[in-house]
């Protein structure tokens, strides 16, 4: 090992390297990214040679991306520098277990610079050693260096008496800039009845370590009928609709409260997403850090998450109790804030088949007058939808009849027919539509209502073969043909149901092709071999074709 070099540790226990001498630091703090870079500098005066840590904080709660390419978008700001002349070689290493991109590069002064860039949780660290003659001593330099897990001491009770919870924990959030609010969809003066979400920020400015805190109020109206979609749902978002690998769940039910704990990351990554949602009454505390696979949390990330308590205070009632009764009772408010509240709640509220009723009187006494008239009186049609009355049915069919072309009230209301799942339900949409067929705009299409279809298929091909006449019209093609190919390929419907057809689904299938096929021969002007590929992919990943495909190949 050279000699006189020192091993030195940083003062947080971040890192451990060895070192010509205790090294030179310093602090940047970049606005673009709020993230403070330090660095760490030495010379070592006998050769010449220069060598630099560099330990930058970057969380990402919303995206996390494989170690190479977290590497990499740090190794394209690197390469940037003035001082270099051209790249020499790089590859992918293994540094201590951890994915690391080592690069050479030759300088204007014909130095080289080595470069090794890696990852510990939140913080990217860049090692570089600047050299003429001897290489040979740098490799200490790298060899060396350990990536450790920060330590922290003064633990204390932080109460926030903003966001309604205690904590344990060694840093406190600034209070010049840590409460974030945003309001969901709506305009300031309507805050109070819709969605609010505000965070705070408990950001090391030693480690770079940071804990984000989110308490959400649900608007008063809210409520799920099941605890089980409900915590689904959440992990569905929490995980980026599934991308991400869960290695640890936990679930805790207490009398008090409720809790999931993920431990998530991509794959390929060793960076973990650890989130902690708490509900309790009408009000949900959800809990982030961005942390080390390899080291696991550290004290700070730890034992903020073990001590994290909501406060006493409660916000409405649990959200598995309907709120159905309170909205009913408040739509017609005489106070103007209630009243609209509840109005712009509707498809918020989680109504019992005891509604129904009451539910229907205020469709039918919703007057064009009203503010939003049309908006509201569709959220009101589709929650029939879910809850089940003998009262509906007779309802929708002459709502149906009474909407005459106003094609968004007649989607609601077919909504609401499959949504109900039953055979009145299917037959009576089946009557209506061959009956009154609507013309739908894009925001309104078939192709919508055929999605919910997919929960019942059976009852979905009691529609067949009647609701192959809508394809004569060019908007129905896709959406009938598309839901008799999954009930085909399913093994639900027979060939022998729509072989009266079989003539005009081979036409179409046809004109599919040529539409396909012409498409392609606009984009032949340049190599041809390339594009022949391209077309023959291109034919193969058209939807249509396939489901032309699945109905005409028995």
Not at 143 to 159: H, R
Not at 429 to 453: A, G, H, R, W, Y
């Amino acid at each position: 090992q050279p000699a006189g070099w020192i091993d030195y540790r940083s003062p947080d226990h971040s890192f451990s390297v060895r070192m010509p001498h205790t090294p030179v630091s310093g602090s940047n703090f970049g606005l673009r990214t709020f993230s403070k870079r330090l660095e760490y500098e030495a010379l070592d005066k006998q050769n010449g040679n220069s060598y630099l840590v560099i330990r930058k904080t970057i969380p990402d709660y919303k995206v996390l991306e494989e170690d190479t390419a977290d590497i990499s978008f740090a190794e394209e700001s690197f390469q940037l520098s003035r001082f270099i002349k051209q790249q020499k070689s790089r590859q992918f290493i293994q540094h201590k277990g951890r994915q690391c991109l080592e690069i050479i590069n030759q300088n204007n002064d014909n130095s080289y610079t080595q470069t090794r860039i890696l990852l510990q949780g939140p913080q990217y660290f860049i090692l570089s050693a600047r050299y003429k003659n001897d290489k040979k001593a740098a490799q200490e330099f790298f060899n060396s260096f350990t990536p450790g897990n920060p330590q922290y001491t003064g633990f204390e009770l932080y109460k926030d008496t903003s966001l309604y919870y205690s904590v344990r924990t060694a840093v406190k959030p600034s209070e010049d800039d840590a409460l974030m609010e945003a309001v969901s969809g709506a305009r300031v003066e309507e805050e109070d009845y819709l969605y609010r979400t505000r965070s705070k920020m408990f950001r090391s400015d030693s480690t770079g370590e940071e804990i984000k805190v989110s308490f959400e109020k649900f608007s008063r109206y809210y409520s799920t009928k099941d605890s089980a979609d409900f915590w689904q749902e959440l992990e569905q978002d929490l995980s980026n609709d599934g991308d991400y690998v869960i290695a640890s769940r936990k679930f805790e039910r207490l009398p008090e409260w409720e809790s999931l704990l993920l431990k998530m990351r991509d794959t390929n990554s060793s960076r973990n997403l650890l989130a902690k949602v708490i509900v309790r009454g009408g009000a949900q505390y959800t809990v982030q850090a961005i942390t080390d696979d390899v080291q696991g949390p550290s004290s700070f990330v730890s034992t903020f998450f073990d001590s994290f308590r909501p406060a006493d205070t409660l916000f409405g009632q649990s959200i598995y109790i309907s709120k159905g009764d309170a909205l009913i009772a408040d739509f017609h408010s005489s106070d103007s804030t209630t009243r609209a509240q509840a109005r712009k709640s509707v498809s918020r509220a989680n109504y019992k088949d005891e509604h129904a009723p009451a539910l229907i009187n205020l469709i039918r006494g919703w007057n064009t007058s009203e503010k939003n008239y049309l908006e509201t009186k569709k959220d009101l049609i589709r929650e029939l939808g879910y809850i089940k009355h003998p009262d509906i049915l007779p309802f929708l069919r002459n709502a149906y009849v009474a909407a005459n072309d106003t094609a968004s009230l007649q989607h609601s209301i077919l909504f609401s027919l499959v949504k109900q799942q039953t055979a009145e339900s299917y037959a009576l949409f089946k009557e209506l539509v061959m009956q009154e067929i609507p013309i739908f705009s894009d925001n309104n299409s078939l192709s919508s209502i055929t999605s919910v279809m997919q929960d019942s298929l059976q009852l979905a091909a009691t529609l067949f073969p009647d609701l192959l006449k809508l394809t004569a019209l060019t908007d129905y093609k896709e959406s009938v043909y598309g839901l008799l190919a999954e009930l085909v390929d399913s093994n639900i419907v027979r060939p022998a149901v729509y072989e009266p057809y079989v003539n005009q689904i081979a036409f179409d299938a046809r004109v599919e092709i040529q539409k396909e096929l012409a498409g392609e021969q606009n984009r032949m002007d340049r190599d041809e071999d390339e594009e022949i590929n391209s077309q023959q992919e291109r034919l193969y990943e058209n939807t249509s074709l396939q489901e032309f495909a699945v109905l005409l190949f028995p």
